[in-house]
């Protein structure tokens, strides 16, 4: 069994005008649907400039009227790890695999067709998408959407640990550095003292 302290879970189950819909996507047609249509955008496992780019993108379509109050997430997968190569060895093959998924979903709906096991996503690209660091390097990286959104409550940052084929115990592991050290981290950068969950 495993206790979270201070967890939320949003929407609560009754929300007046009913809960809030979030919408994500990449497309430029996407982008321009969630901000028409949304009342949040998810964003998925980019780093923080493209990650930024493509939120401006999305509250270009938002209507005036709504633009306050428009919420923003954005999904981060990684790993922490004292030794971010033997992170690396333990989430990689994890890490690719679902590249690969979401590549392979893409060239199938262009009319390509692509072997089962074919490799499509390359280390480089894998690393540079998937945050692999000690807790200080984590911090570092995430550190920027924690200010950039501090002052809005209505908006998240989600750090993906688990990849396929980890060891359970590693993923408890990490998850549970990532709440003693990395969120009271951000906490206390964002907004000067740890904050009320």
């Given amino acids: 069994m495993h206790r979270i302290d201070s ?3 949003r929407p609560e189950p009754f929300t007046p005008g009913g809960p809030p819909i979030w919408l994500g996507g990449t497309g430029p047609r996407a982008l321009d649907r969630a901000g028409r249509l949304g009342d949040g955008f998810f ?3 980019t780093p923080f400039d493209p990650a930024m ?3 401006s993108q999305v509250l270009e379509s938002v209507p005036e009227h709504r633009r306050a109050g428009f919420s923003f997430g954005q999904l981060r997968s990684g790993f922490i790890a004292d030794d971010p190569e033997l992170g690396w060895k333990l989430t990689g093959r994890g890490m690719t695999y679902t590249m690969d998924v979401h590549a392979r979903w893409a060239a199938e709906e262009a009319g390509n067709a692509v072997e089962v ?3 499509l996503t390359p280390e480089e690209v894998v690393r ?7 807790p200080d390097e984590v ?3 995430l550190r920027p959407y924690e200010q950039r959104f501090a002052a809005r409550t209505d908006s998240h940052l989600c750090f993906r640990l688990y990849h396929p084929y980890m060891p359970q115990d590693a993923v408890l592991d990490a998850v549970g550095t990532f709440g003693r050290v990395v969120v009271p981290a951000l ?3 964002a907004g000067g003292g740890p904050q009320p969950g």
Avoid: E, P, W
């Fill in 128 to 134: 540079q998408y998937n945050l692999i660091g000690t």
């Fill in 139 to 141: 911090t570092a990286a």
């Fill in 187 to 189: 906490r206390t950068s």
């Fill in 117 to 119: 096991d074919t490799m």
């Fill in 43 to 45: 964003g998925v496992c």
């Fill in 53 to 55: 780019a493509t939120f």
């Fill in 7 to 9: 967890a939320i879970v």
